[in-house]
């Protein structure tokens, strides 16, 4: 796969995460609790994503390959999206921002393609779901669980399209004026949540208690950055210590870099499982808005 370390510590967080889903489906399924095979085709769903995401699901994508903007900078990778790539390019070179900052920026677009990658695979999936239906289901008979899974998948593109539109102006606004200081969130994942709660049926109270919850969330996101940033400086000095043929210099490079691996990982599986349950909450609350 040609995956850089951060990649690989990356992968291995989502496929934990993905090993510890099906364990509990598994579960369920002995229990009788997935009849409609809902959970079912949202654990295949998932794993597409990952396949896709790193590159593994067969398709010749080269910019899937690492990409790690840390040790590559911000030139190796595309955004596939013409309106994306107008507005990084704007960006780049309207002086308003610092390296750092743009850093920042790059990784709020690159969460952004993840984001329309996410729904292409969900809307390509639900879009299969509707073809068996029709062609299964006789148009004269109703099918409540059927009609039930297809509405919960169109409700999940509703939520994902939101947030596209949501994160695509919010590019469009950085972009053009640059950060605003009095920014409360920094981290992109951590803003999509927030103006997603703002959106969803919390009481003020829960909404002050969540946006608390947020902000250690992207405490911990920052942590685990520093560590990434840390694994790949690591990688890079132990290839080039693996060239020099001093034994005891290479071992204890290797410790070191064992143990910020072993580290990264912990964290990135920490961080995406508090994605999840975050997530989820603010579903449920927008969920109840269109009741």
Known sequence: LQ??????????????????????????????LDEDGEKEAKLRRNLNVIMTKYGMNGKKDSHLTDTNY???????????????????????????FSDEELDKLW?????HKEKIREYNILLETVSR???IHKNVINPSEENPVKEEILHNKHRELKDK????????????????????ATSEFEEPRVIDLWDMAKSANFTKKELESFREELKHFEAKIEKHHHYQKQLEISHEKLK??????DKEHLNRNREKYAMLE?????L???????????SSRISQGLQHNEL
């Open 268 to 278: 990135g599986y920490k961080v995406k499982k508090h994605l999840q349950d975050l």
């Open 70 to 96: 840390i040790k590559d900078g911000t030139e190796s990778d595309t955004l596939d999206d013409p309106r994306l790539e107008k507005l990084w390019s704007k960006a780049k070179t309207s002086g308003k």
């Open 129 to 131: 779901t509707e073809d």
């Open 3 to 32: 995956l850089s370390a951060v990649k690989l510590a990356e992968l291995h967080s989502d496929l934990k995460i993905q090993e510890k889903d099906e364990l509990s489906w598994k579960k369920l399924k002995a229990e009788g």
């Open 262 to 266: 072993e580290k990264t990982k912990e």
């Open 240 to 245: 080039h210590i693996e060239g020099t043929g």
């Open 161 to 180: 399209l939101r947030s596209i539109n949501q994160g695509f102006e919010r590019l469009r606004k950085v972009s053009h004026q640059g950060y605003d």
């Open 107 to 111: 990784r709020e677009f690159k969460h």
